[in-house]
């Protein structure tokens, strides 16, 4: 079964650093990224991996306190967030299947996980 499972999210406040996961079964995780959508908003691009986890791209806001990796031997994303602020509230989705910018290139998605960042 194909699954892309996010966890690390919560309630932080302004300042601190948040390291999510993005654990995936059922396939090898490759092309991969992550996106968030804060409400009322649409999804937007965070980050992406190339298959060799070295090469990154990264969405213009992120690219100061965003960091993501990869750990192919957990099969596993991760996306560090530093110094976060308020307007980072928004729920993170990892995604698999492509490095692309738009969301539709992608094949398959995590369920989300809340990040919310108070002032």
């Known amino acids: 079964q194909v699954q892309l499972v996010e966890s690390g999210g919560g309630v932080v406040q302004a300042g601190d650093s948040l390291k999510l996961s993005c654990v995936a079964s059922?396939?090898?995780?490759?092309?991969s990224g992550w996106f968030r959508q804060a409400p009322g908003k649409e999804r937007e691009f965070v980050a992406s991996?190339?298959?060799?986890?070295?090469?990154?791209f990264y969405g213009d806001f992120a690219r100061a306190r965003f960091t993501i990796t990869k750990d192919s031997a957990k099969n596993t994303l991760y996306l560090k967030i530093y110094n976060l602020r308020p307007e980072d509230t928004a729920v993170y989705y990892c995604?698999?299947?492509?490095?692309?910018?738009?969301?539709?290139?992608?094949?398959?998605w995590g369920q989300g996980t809340q990040v919310t960042v108070s002032s």
């Open positions: 059922g396939f090898i995780l490759g092309l």
């Open positions: 991996v190339n298959w060799d986890g070295e090469t990154t």
């Open positions: 995604a698999a299947g492509s490095h692309s910018t738009d969301p539709a290139k992608y094949t398959y």
